[in-house]
């Protein structure tokens, strides 16, 4: 299930039979105004009813296979969603009463064999006019305006591509992670190698997230059980951390000279949570506080952590 940030609009996943094959489909939901933001109801009474969600219409793409994943746009009203079937790339306007959802625009994979999209993401910046896709080991840029191709990383990864995650303050960089046990950074200007590489999987990677706000920071889970946390400084927006100009210190407060030329820091992973004892498929962190992540594995196990308290003050100050 994804929601979108400003509404109260989910879009679903579910299943659907048909002519003995099973189809994954996709729907958009609207939250019951009791749970909205501002609402007076503790959405945790357990005293209150169980709510039922508003079916409002669905993404009616089966005529283009099985939806492997749905998107909304980061910022903007909400009105458009990207859904991936098989070999297809969908753009669909939600009308205003989001009683319909039109196609508003389609793209497909070419090539050899049976190609199906994998994973996708929406990208917050370019005016929300950049897409990437993942298939097989190969990801892809595409302009939602032409919904033409516009970047193309063939062997990204040695094996499958599972997921994939925008830098929130970088408009270029990109991260992905899959089967190869490797989580890869990329300068989208220059696809040719990647910026930076971590090898601290033993098993596939499944999810990969940069902090909302602190894009140092960066989340991934693994089918090895093990969530790690990493600290990838030096690709960051604010590499040196946070920079104070030579004017702006007073006479006291005049850096001494070893403090001038400490080395800036250094990449390093911060924390390795072993919580689960299953496949760890998801982890995201908080919209709400940057500080806080979850991880869900294959077990059903949700596990909420925080980042160490030391490194958010380092960060912070």
């Known amino acids: 299930m994804k929601t979108f940030p400003n509404l109260s609009f989910h879009s679903l996943l579910c299943f659907k039979a048909s002519d003995s094959k099973v189809l994954t489909c996709a729907a958009v939901w609207r939250m019951p105004k009791e749970l909205e933001p501002g609402s007076h109801e503790s959405p945790d009474d357990s005293s209150s009813p169980a709510h039922t969600l508003e079916l409002l219409c669905h993404l009616d793409d089966t005529a283009h296979g099985s939806v492997a994943c749905v998107v909304w746009e980061p910022t903007g009203d909400g009105r458009r969603v990207i859904s991936l079937a098989d070999s297809h790339i969908l753009l669909w306007d939600l009308q205003e009463s989001s009683s319909q959802a039109v196609l508003a625009g389609s793209a497909s994979l070419e090539g050899k064999g049976q190609l199906k999209f994998t994973s996708g ?175 869900l594995s294959y077990d059903g196990r949700l596990v909420i952590n925080r980042v160490p308290r030391a490194l958010k003050y380092h960060i912070l100050l």
């Open 121 to 295: 993401r929406w990208s917050p910046h370019h005016t929300c006019t950049q897409v990437a896709t993942a298939n097989d080991t190969t990801i892809r840029g595409w302009d939602t305006r032409s919904m033409s191709q516009i970047y193309c990383i063939e062997n990204a990864h040695g094996q499958l591509v599972r997921d994939l995650d925008f830098n929130p303050n970088k408009q270029y960089y990109l991260t992905s992670c899959g089967d190869d046990c490797k989580v890869k950074f990329w300068d989208t200007r220059n696809v040719t190698e990647p910026v930076k590489t971590l090898e601290e999987h033993s098993h596939w990677v499944w999810s990969v997230r940069y902090n909302h706000s602190h894009d140092q920071l960066v989340l991934t889970g693994s089918s090895d059980s093990r969530v790690i946390l990493s600290n990838m400084v030096s690709i960051s927006s604010e590499p040196f951390g946070h920079l104070v100009d030579d004017d702006d210190l007073s006479d006291q407060e005049e850096r001494r000279p070893e403090e001038k030329s400490q080395e800036p820091p250094q990449d390093s992973v911060i924390a390795t949570y072993e919580e689960h004892e299953d496949s760890v498929y998801a982890v995201d962190w908080s919209s709400a506080d940057p500080w806080l992540f979850a991880s």
